[in-house]
């Protein structure tokens, strides 16, 4: 497909495809910026990116889903206004040449199929390519922490939403039948593996996060806030990660009902993946579901980033046989649940879910069972 988009775009064939998959994160939301756990899997659905190199320092790009070209040189790399989905490759050139790192010129063409708006890190899969892109192009020795974090900066820095490090690390490091287990403060992980009797079901919602960065954004704001706050009673914490379990009931006199609940999430939710990475390690996949569950009813009632589709939705995953725990996943405010669906019944909850959804809010979701696939830098 890309080779082919490729080829109509420029007349040749390219020299170099990469591919960078998608993520749904299992649990641990919202707990990335704050320093904490988290518990995501790269999906079976990817950017890729095809190429070659030109001799000069112009950079043409191709958007297989925009249907669009755009140019910049490498010598003057602007933000486009008119031309989004193009920054992401903007800002990944213009941070590897800032770091010295010499590009030359290229053709690029690029797309594929993960859902935009959905939840499901589209732009962390756009990003990685592109650094993974030019590495490949042009054989350059990057460190993957040093690739994700790059990543991660362009959509900080130049794209301008400020998200954590969670979507850029799995679309890199993501391993096929595995879900990985980062600690988002120094950045270590491990690989978990996924058992073949239970599927990864993701179901869209179908409603754009229209809220999601002005909200995310609030929720970062209040978070920091509970963190002045506690640290003012004199407990050494730096971040919500800090905070234990059993410091929380003391600070309820401290934070103001809502900045306790936000507290109280991320604090559970941190305790959560913990217990979710043991069961899963342990075999117990009921208590796995259960913890996507409790994770869901916090994000709900305490963090207070569902919406109706949202909870409708995992209110039907609920009552279908064969179901583990279902929950919202990634930022919220629309996007998509991931649900834990033993995988003799994940076709028949795939087709309940679709029906039952129409019926109950005249909506249309789309239902992927999913695959945990390789990240950019495994695969590549
Ligand atoms: C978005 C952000 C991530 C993370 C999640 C919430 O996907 O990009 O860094 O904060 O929301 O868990």
Same mark, same amino acid.
């Given at each position: 497909m890309i080779e082919q988009a490729f080829v109509e775009a420029y007349g040749t064939e390219p020299e170099v495809v990469v591919r960078a998959p998608g993520r749904v994160n299992l649990i641990g939301e919202h707990t990335d910026y704050n320093d904490g756990f988290v518990l995501p899997a790269a999906i079976d659905r990817a950017i890729t990116y095809a190429g070659r190199r030109r001799t000069d320092r112009l950079v043409r790009v191709f958007s297989m889903d925009f249907r669009a070209s755009a140019e910049f040189s490498l010598d003057d790399i602007q933000k486009d206004a008119q031309n989004t989905w193009s920054n992401f490759l903007r800002g990944v050139s213009k941070f590897l040449e800032a770091d010295g790192h010499h590009l030359t010129g290229a053709d690029i063409a690029f797309g594929g199929d993960v859902p935009r708006e959905a939840g499901l890190s589209s732009s962390a899969a756009v990003e990685v390519g592109a650094v993974v892109f030019w590495k490949k192009l042009l054989g350059l020795t990057l460190d993957p922490i /040093?690739?994700?974090?790059?990543? +991660? *900066?362009?959509?900080?820095?130049?794209?301008? =939403?400020?998200?954590? @490090?969670?979507?850029?690390?799995?679309?890199?490091?993501?391993?096929?039948?595995?879900?990985?287990?980062?600690? !988002?403060?120094?950045?270590? /992980?491990?690989?978990?593996?996924?058992?073949?009797?239970?599927? @990864?079901?993701? !179901?869209?919602?179908? =409603?754009? +996060?229209?809220?999601? #960065?002005?909200?995310?954004?609030?929720?970062?704001? #209040?978070?920091?806030?509970?963190?002045? #706050? @506690?640290?003012?009673?004199?407990? %050494?914490?730096?971040?919500?990660?800090? =905070?234990?379990?059993?410091?929380?009931a003391a600070t309820r006199g401290v934070l103001t009902d809502l900045l306790w609940r936000r507290a109280h999430h991320v604090v559970s939710e941190n305790q959560r993946v913990l217990e979710a990475v043991q069961a899963l390690e342990g075999g117990d996949l009921e208590h796995f579901g259960a913890l996507m569950n409790a994770s869901h009813n916090s994000l709900r009632d305490d963090y207070e980033v569902s919406c109706k589709e949202l909870d409708a939705l995992v209110e039907l995953a609920r009552k279908q046989p064969g179901v583990l725990g279902a929950r919202m996943t990634g930022a919220g405010f629309?996007?998509?649940? =991931?649900?834990?669906?033993?995988?003799?019944?994940?076709?028949?909850?795939?087709? %309940? @879910?679709? *029906?039952? /959804?129409?019926?109950?809010?005249?909506?249309?979701?789309?239902?992927?069972? !999913? #695959?945990?696939?390789?990240?950019?830098?495994?695969? %590549?």
């Open positions: /040093y690739i994700i974090k790059l990543a +991660r *900066r362009t959509e900080n820095e130049f794209v301008g =939403v400020p998200c954590g @490090i969670m979507d850029q690390f799995i679309s890199a490091l993501g391993r096929r039948d595995h879900a990985l287990f980062l600690d !988002c403060r120094d950045l270590t /992980y491990r690989h978990v593996p996924l058992r073949a009797d239970v599927k @990864i079901v993701v !179901c869209n919602s179908g =409603v754009k +996060r229209a809220l999601a #960065q002005s909200e995310y954004e609030v929720r970062l704001k #209040q978070c920091r806030q509970a963190v002045a #706050q @506690i640290a003012s009673t004199g407990l %050494a914490v730096e971040s919500l990660r800090d =905070v234990k379990p059993s410091d929380l629309g996007g998509c649940t =991931v649900n834990l669906v033993r995988a003799d019944a994940a076709e028949a909850f795939a087709r %309940a @879910i679709a *029906r039952g /959804y129409q019926e109950a809010l005249g909506l249309k979701a789309e239902v992927y069972i !999913c #695959q945990a696939s390789d990240g950019a830098l495994v695969s %590549a």
